[in-house]
């Protein structure tokens, strides 16, 4: 039970998804309050293992905004759609044309999201046995990117 904005209460598990090219893929799944931004770095990483490279730029909410999280994008020389800290700079419009597109492509996610939970039953999670809580949304997940593979064709 956790509480969000515009409900009182929020049950169920908590998810960071990744969405790449069209298709989701679960990177965090945990029934337990946790902060998203602090499984950034181990997101890039999952990236990085699954795609073998870097993405070329990460779009995020502002809560991944952390110091610590753009220190390590920086480091890796991942681009972040992340409004900068700061007083702005008038060398910075561009940046900010950029983030501000980017941010409005981060919607797709949310349309994904609502997706899956219309059509594929994730706003329900039928399976309860051990473990099977995530193994009801990694199917969920299959199905929804097998449509959009099917979709390609």
């Known amino acids: 039970m956790r ?57 995020t909410d502002n809560i991944y905004g952390t110091r610590e999280n753009r220190r390590m994008l920086y480091d890796k020389k991942v681009r972040a759609s992340l409004i900068p800290l700061g007083r702005r700079k008038n060398e910075q419009i561009a940046d900010i044309k950029w983030i501000k597109k980017k941010q409005r492509n981060r919607n797709r996610i949310e349309g994904i999201i609502g997706t899956g939970k219309n059509k594929y039953g994730l706003e329900r999670i039928l399976y309860k046995i051990a473990g099977g809580e995530e193994i009801w949304v990694r199917l969920g997940l299959s199905a929804m990117n097998l449509s959009t593979a099917l979709a390609r064709i």
């Open 3 to 59: 509480g969000k904005s515009g409900k009182e209460v929020e049950f169920g598990p908590k998810a960071v998804l990744s969405y790449v090219d069209g298709y989701a893929f679960l990177d965090k799944f945990s029934f337990d309050a946790f902060n998203e931004s602090t499984s950034l770095e181990e997101d890039i990483n999952q990236h990085e293992k699954r795609f073998g490279r870097l993405p070329g730029c990460v779009i």
